[in-house]
């Protein structure tokens, strides 16, 4: 069973460029998260969603992110006309039905020059 | 505000030595307290509690949960070079929410 996967691993965005960071949770989960760590912080909650539906978006920035869980496909982040301070790792979680366990995925590296 | 603190921040110690590493948390909806092990990638699960007093065990490592003092605690003995890594502290939140709080973390060198 292979575990979250995200890519990239790595992602360097231009300010004013847009970065997609991908995501594709565990087989059988059906709960995505997303998070973001700065440098010396914790990880800090941004989106929870399930299949084409947003549950609790209460950790994301109001204005350039959003994010989204198709039907088909994995789960996107999507952060338009970065700014320097966006510069982070971005890590995806997956949890099935009724457990609090999440388990994260490698993380994807933003750099913004 | 939601909080979850970890102490200490770094920890330096020998191959051999035991650590206790803790985890105090302020929140306004607990469900369960997890605890995960981050080396240079992503997180991965060590714990989940949910009652207090009952000890979860795997290994050399250890963890329980003080629901009444609002703490828990993660031990690891006779520590390997191995167990050096950021461990984390998570407390999942009920309510509709289902996020996890996070620690800073605490930074555990283990030298031979």
């Known amino acids: 069973n292979a575990g979250v996967m995200q890519n990239p691993r790595h992602l360097v965005r231009r300010r004013g460029q847009e970065a997609r960071l991908r995501c594709s949770p565990m087989?059988?989960?059906?709960?995505v998260y997303w998070y973001r760590q700065l440098p010396e912080e914790g990880l800090k909650f941004m989106v929870y969603?399930?299949?084409?539906?947003?549950?609790?978006e209460s950790g994301m920035p109001k204005e350039r992110f959003s994010a989204e869980f198709p039907k088909e496909g994995p789960s996107i982040l999507r952060i338009q006309q970065v700014v320097r301070g966006d510069s982070a790792a971005y890590f995806c979680?997956?949890?099935?039905?009724?457990?609090?366990?999440?388990?994260f995925g490698p993380g994807t590296r933003l750099t913004v020059l | 505000e939601d909080k979850v603190v970890q102490s200490p921040l770094s920890l330096v110690v020998h191959e051999g030595d035991t650590v206790t590493l803790n985890c105090s948390y302020e929140?306004?909806?607990?469900?369960?307290l997890l605890w995960y092990k981050q080396e240079k990638k992503a997180p991965t699960f060590l714990f989940m509690l949910?009652?207090?007093?009952i000890e979860k065990k795997s290994g050399r490592l250890s963890s329980i949960l003080d629901k009444k003092e609002l703490f828990s605690i993660l031990n690891i003995t006779a520590t390997q070079t191995g167990d050096s890594a950021v461990y984390l502290c998570?407390?999942?939140?009920?309510?509709?929410?289902?996020?996890?709080?996070f620690g800073k973390g605490t930074k555990l060198t283990v030298n031979p």
């Open positions: 929140v306004t909806n607990f469900r369960s």
């Open positions: 979680a997956s949890s099935p039905i009724g457990t609090d366990t999440q388990y």
């Open positions: 998570a407390v999942a939140l009920g309510g509709g929410s289902e996020k996890l709080v």
């Open positions: 087989k059988g989960h059906s709960h």
């Open positions: 949910t009652s207090s007093g």
């Open positions: 969603l399930q299949k084409e539906n947003i549950i609790d």
